[in-house]
């Protein structure tokens, strides 16, 4: 009799974690496959907060995950490419997507005999995934599908068949009172806290409910309870981020436990609503029931909030409060976020994001240059020296972390396009990087010649005000183009302003050879050609930039 039961139990514990393994092969590979669409998708966002609750609700619906689309929220906040505003839309639509796992699991995991095409979709997902040519990664996608549903299969023989009569002893805890109510929403919360998705949790409360385990009410609340236990995963992911990330990780917290206390309270209607609308009425199959509440409160508790996202915003402000050194050039730190780490695909928005950073700390330093040459002093350049300084510490840290990061993502599967372009967004910040470099190293140029007294002339000094313009105009449209592909016109610009920085160089070269040649001071003017050189190499790093993303994919 214990060997039995050890027995069953082992093949209900086998038969989940190949549901839940199924889930994440599957989740992966749709973000592989569709990591770039999504990246277009979160394009599309803008301060409207019906288009932040349909991008929520298409990004959920296509990467299966709620948990995955708010940790990737917390993680856009962080990085500046989310609002707070913004961020509440999309929450609130990955609540709503996240109910499409609940409808596939009980119109076609129960509906039909699912087993005869998940084998053969492990099979092909295999094969497929094993040949080495662009599209390997639907091989992912479709062996996913296949263990999914091969484990939900598995577990739903697994799970005994209980006639109700012989539940007598539950009767006390399962029944539409409100204190059973109370447990199975703590239930549903601790389920979903040990599986980290409350897809997972929802398809496993379908499959108690429908071999008897449990009611539709005790069901219901248990799909509450997930609701609120699938916050942790933002959470976490805010632990050391910045207060945009917090605020927003709060929120999601709030708008699922407000939700879920109201309906709680409430449950008995919903339950009577679900029952007149679903298909079939009250004589629909228990998980049909289920999927239906699933989707009717998220939409209901989205309707709710929806004309309340700026006081929401307010509230979460409030609570936490704007720090000031968040505005501070301290020690750079790229979070690795568990739920970014993930999806390799989409990290690489983010990363795209700190190296628009990234550029604009560039452009701020040669901004710095620039001020500084038209008033050469001891005191101008001493000041520069100390921000150009601190500054390109800071470029070192982001290209250490940021390389780290990108390294971490191609020792994970990425697909053929996402590969190309980490390879060409390395090469950027190491450009990036290196101008940083080159920011100061000017800067200590100007140092030597106020100390040797080699400071340039008026003439001198307008003549590299053009100049200096042309490579300011070069880093204005790298910075503002980082993130895209170029288009050909665009490429042709690019050459266009490296041409007419080369001719500018020439000519500067010419005047300072002429002016030794005229007897003016020698090192005074090899200290400006030299200084024409350096200027003329930030041009160069910018064209290759700009052939690095015209060859984006």
């Known amino acids: ?219 219901a609340a248990m799909i509450l309870g997930a609701n609120i236990g699938t916050t942790v995963d933002a959470a976490l992911a805010s632990i050391g981020t910045k207060t945009n990330a917090k ?54 508790n989205t309707l709710l909030f929806l004309p309340f996202v700026d006081p929401f915003a307010k509230l979460v402000s409030f609570i936490i ?19 970014s780490q993930d999806t390799p695909e989409l990290s690489i928005v983010r990363v795209q994001k700190e190296i628009r950073d990234m550029a604009a700390l560039v452009f701020s330093m040669y901004r710095g240059l620039s001020r500084t040459i038209k008033s050469i002093t001891e005191e101008t350049v001493h000041s520069l020296i100390e921000d ?14 940021l390389t780290s990061f990108l390294m971490e993502c191609m020792r994970r599967q990425l697909n053929r396009r996402s590969e190309h372009n980490v390879g060409l967004l390395l090469r950027i910040i190491a450009d990036l990087e290196e101008m940083t470099d080159d920011c100061y190293s000017i800067s200590l140029l100007l140092e030597r010649g106020i100390r040797k007294n080699q400071i340039f002339k008026q003439d001198e000094t307008e003549a590299l005000s053009p100049y200096m313009v042309q490579v300011e105009e070069f880093l204005a449209f790298v910075g503002d183009h980082l993130g895209g592909k170029l288009s050909r016109e665009q490429s042709q610009y690019a050459k266009k302003i490296e041409d007419d920085i080369d001719e500018s160089r020439d000519k500067l070269r010419k005047l300072g050879r002429k002016r030794i040649e005229a007897g003016e001071n020698v090192k005074t003017e090899l200290l400006f050609i030299d200084f024409v050189r350096r200027i003329e190499r930030l041009g160069d790093y910018c064209n290759g930039i700009s052939i690095a993303l015209a060859n984006m994919e």
């Not at 500054?391 to 972390?401: I, L, S, T």
Request: proline share 3%.
């Open 1 to 219: 009799m214990v060997l039995a039961v050890f027995e069953k139990l082992l093949l209900i514990l086998g038969s989940l974690c190949l549901f839940l393994y199924g889930m994440k092969v599957m989740s992966d590979g749709i973000q592989q496959t569709a990591g770039s669409r999504l990246q277009a998708i979160l394009g599309f966002m803008t301060g409207n907060r019906i288009s932040a609750v349909f991008t929520g609700v298409s990004v959920t619906a296509i990467i299966q995950s709620s948990s995955a689309t708010t940790v990737m929220v917390v993680s856009f906040a962080n990085a500046g490419l989310l609002t707070l505003r913004q961020a509440i839309g999309v929450i609130m639509g990955a609540n709503i997507g996240t109910t499409v796992t609940a409808w596939i699991v009980s119109l076609v995991g129960f509906q039909m005999n699912i087993t005869v095409l998940a084998l053969p979709a492990v099979g092909i997902g295999f094969l497929w995934r094993a040949i080495k040519w662009k599209h390997r990664e639907l091989g992912n996608m479709i062996m996913g599908f296949g263990l999914l549903f091969l484990g939900l299969s598995f577990l739903t023989q697994s799970l005994p068949k209980i006639d109700a009569a012989n539940l007598h002893f539950l009767d006390g805890f399962t029944g539409p009172d409100f204190g059973s109510e109370l447990i199975a929403l703590a239930v549903g919360v601790v389920l979903t806290l040990l599986l980290h998705s409350s897809s997972a949790s929802t398809a496993i409360i379908i499959t108690m409910a429908l071999n008897g385990y449990i009611g539709f009410h005790f069901g």
């Open 247 to 300: 605020r927003t990780a709060l929120v999601h917290v709030l708008f699922n436990i407000f939700g879920s206390v109201w309906a709680v309270f409430l449950l008995n209607p919903i339950v009577d609503i679900v029952q007149v609308i679903s298909p079939g009425g009250e004589n629909a199959p228990v998980a049909v029931h289920m999927a239906m509440f699933h989707t009717i409160f998220n939409v209901m």
């Open 321 to 339: 409060k704007d720090k000031p050194e968040d505005a501070e050039l301290k020690a750079y730190k790229l979070p690795y976020l568990s739920g």
């Open 388 to 401: 150009l300084k601190r500054k390109e510490d800071y470029a070192d840290q982001m290209r250490e972390e």
